[in-house]
Structure formats: structure tokens, C-alpha cells
């Protein structure tokens, strides 16, 4: 079993929806403490771990952007004692009906509510769904509990968290909700791991952000706040699954995925490509012809603009309860990381070419 494999659990098992990431936000700001010279917060939240360089004053800084929060429910109305639900993020409503849930209620009494997502009998539901998938709005949440309780517990606007619990499978893969984007957090954390007592000229500063579900709010924010010289964004990708091709996703187990587009700075992406080679780490290009939809995407355009590079985990399953990643490229994506670090020179941003 890999050794990241506890901390990652307890990353899956934590909630964290997108603008209520504090109880994920604890965990990580436990296990990151030894591992930087400080840490802070920023105004919306994001986690602010720095791990200082050793070059001469001013010295170049780097961010690395994993974001923390996941996608998630809110309860929208109260129908007879069921939860009337909507979306945090993007959520396909086809893979909700039978999936647990958490319902942390803010009324009186009980602070966490196990449930069920539900969909009503067929012949209760319009004719025009006939026999497709049923649309949220259809949808409810049922917590086993009769109407009265449930409206002296359970208040509009709370939130409804999955509740899978964290499943090892073969190959040394793991199943669960929200490995997007906490396999990304587990990644940076073995980059910090891999960083204790090794030089590296550049301040180095890892960030959990919040809000990327609901647009890269905590990536905009904390790189206009630092005002870096190179930016990396570290997140997930299509892994092969199902009827999925090979030129749409990527293989679990194959290593970390190399963006290449335009939110890519082609100095970076070079760089990139030939330390993995040169490390042996196993590796695949993606090619992103527009933006990436991660956190580079704000990263790159912050301020007068930052160099960006996206690097990204295979997941087969992404936005679903059950997600699935392999701690080798957990662990390749930090080694990665954690060597880029290593190898920047001071003058790096100096010699770089901006129109390869």
C-alpha cells in the first residue's frame, strides 16, 4: 500500500464544498505544517504553505495549485419531510439515484444526516422523461426521518456532501468521492515530502485553493495576491475507462499528463517533458486546445500574466462517487514536482523563450 494512502483517506472522508472547505482545509493545514517554513490563509480561504528558498533577496517565487474543494448538493426546499436538492459545481444527475449522502443540517440537535438520493416511482414522474435518466430538479433526498424532524433540523441552503467511503482496489488504485481534486493535494504534499532537506533557490509556495468548482476563485486570488514568476497547476484528467479512446484520456498507472496549449507557457511544457525523461518518470502529453479548466487558467492571466504550466493525474470517473486514481501517479506527479523545484535556477524566467 502506498504510504500516502492514509493521509489521501482521510483527504476523500472530509467535506470540503466548493466556499465550506474548512473541514478538508484542517487536515491538510495539519499535515502540511512540518513540512514549510510557514503558513497562512488567504481572504477566501485558500491554504498558503511556504517553503523558502535559498537565493539571494528578492528571491523568484513559484506557485504550485492543487485545488481543495469538491463538488457537491444544497438543499433547495423542504417537501414532506424530503430534501429538494441542487448542484454545487457540475454534477450529471444520472449517477445521484441510491448514492449515500451527508446532510449537514444547521436546525437543532443532529449537525450530520446520513441520506439516500432518491427518484419517485416512473409513473409518478412526467411523461416527457419516459424512460430516461431523471433531471435533478425530480430528485430528493431522503434521511429516514418524518416531516416534522426533519424541518426542525434541516434548513434551505444547507449542504449535502457525498458519503462513499474510501475503497482500495487492485492495482493499488482507490475509489471514492473527491478525488478531484484531493488526489492533486496528496501529489503536492509527497512534492513537499520529497523537498525536506534538499536545496532549491526559488520560495516555493503550495496552495489548497477553494472555489474551483465554481470558478477558480481561490486560484485568481492567491496568485494575484503572491505575484509569482511561474505558476503550476496540479489536477485531474480523463483516465481511461468504459468505451473511452485512447487520444480522449489517459491511462491509470501511466504517469502524470503534460499539458499543451495555449493556458501552456512551451518553456515550461519543454522543461517539464525532458526532467521527466531524464528521471525515467513515465508520462503522457495532453493537448489542451483552449483552456484547461483548471487553475491555470486564472493563474496565467493574473496581474501582468504568469507563466503557467498544467500538469494532471489520470481519473477515470471524474465528477461521480466514485472516482478512481492509482497512488503511482499520485506519487510520479509529486516526484515530478518536487524535482521541477530542484532544477529552477534564479535567472530561470530570464533565459526562457517566450514564442517557441
Avoid at 478538508?24 to 505544517?33: G, L, N, P
Wanted: proline content about 8%.
Amino acid at each position: 500500500m502506498s504510504s500516502i494512502s492514509p493521509f489521501l483517506k482521510s483527504l476523500i472522508s472530509a467535506p470540503g464544498i466548493s466556499a465550506h472547505e474548512a473541514p478538508v482545509r484542517q487536515i491538510i493545514e495539519e499535515k502540511w505544517r512540518p513540512l514549510v517554513d510557514d503558513l497562512s490563509l488567504s481572504r477566501l480561504g485558500s491554504l498558503h504553505g511556504l517553503k523558502r528558498g535559498r537565493a539571494q533577496a528578492p528571491c523568484p517565487s513559484l506557485v504550485l495549485l492543487a485545488h481543495m474543494d469538491a463538488i457537491g448538493l444544497v438543499v433547495t426546499q423542504i417537501v414532506d419531510g424530503f430534501l429538494s436538492i441542487a448542484p454545487i459545481g457540475g454534477i450529471d444527475p444520472r449517477i445521484l439515484p441510491g448514492t449515500p449522502v451527508t446532510v449537514h443540517a444547521t436546525g437543532n440537535g443532529i449537525k450530520e444526516l446520513p441520506g439516500l438520493v432518491v427518484q419517485p416511482a416512473a409513473s409518478l414522474l412526467p411523461d416527457s422523461i419516459g424512460n430516461g435518466p431523471v433531471p435533478l430538479k425530480h430528485l430528493f433526498v431522503d434521511t429516514g426521518l418524518p416531516p416534522r424532524q426533519v424541518t426542525e433540523l434541516v434548513q434551505v441552503g444547507d449542504l449535502v456532501a457525498f458519503a462513499t467511503e474510501p475503497v482500495e482496489l487492485a492495482a493499488e488504485t482507490i475509489s471514492g468521492h473527491s478525488l478531484d481534486n484531493r488526489a492533486s493535494v496528496a501529489a503536492l504534499t509527497v512534492c513537499l515530502e520529497h523537498l525536506q532537506g534538499r536545496a532549491h533557490a526559488w520560495d516555493v509556495w503550495a496552495i489548497a485553493t477553494v472555489r474551483e468548482e465554481v470558478g477558480l476563485h481561490g486560484a485568481a486570488t492567491s496568485t494575484f495576491q503572491i505575484q509569482p514568476g511561474l505558476a503550476v497547476a496540479i489536477d485531474v484528467t480523463f483516465g481511461k475507462g468504459p468505451g473511452a479512446s485512447d487520444w480522449q484520456t489517459v491511462a491509470l498507472n501511466s504517469g502524470p499528463a503534460l499539458g499543451l496549449g495555449p493556458n501552456i507557457h512551451p518553456a515550461l511544457h519543454k522543461r517539464f517533458k525532458e526532467l521527466a525523461e531524464k528521471l525515467e518518470i513515465p508520462f503522457s502529453l495532453e493537448v489542451m486546445p483552449r483552456g484547461s479548466g483548471t487553475d491555470g487558467m486564472a493563474a496565467q492571466v493574473s496581474r501582468e500574466g504568469v507563466p503557467t504550466m498544467v500538469i494532471s493525474i489520470p481519473l477515470r470517473y471524474m465528477h461521480t462517487p466514485v472516482e478512481v486514481v492509482a497512488y503511482q501517479d499520485i506519487e510520479r506527479t509529486g516526484r515530478l514536482l518536487a524535482e521541477f523545484v530542484c532544477s529552477l535556477e534564479v535567472n530561470f524566467t530570464t533565459k526562457m523563450i517566450w514564442d517557441e
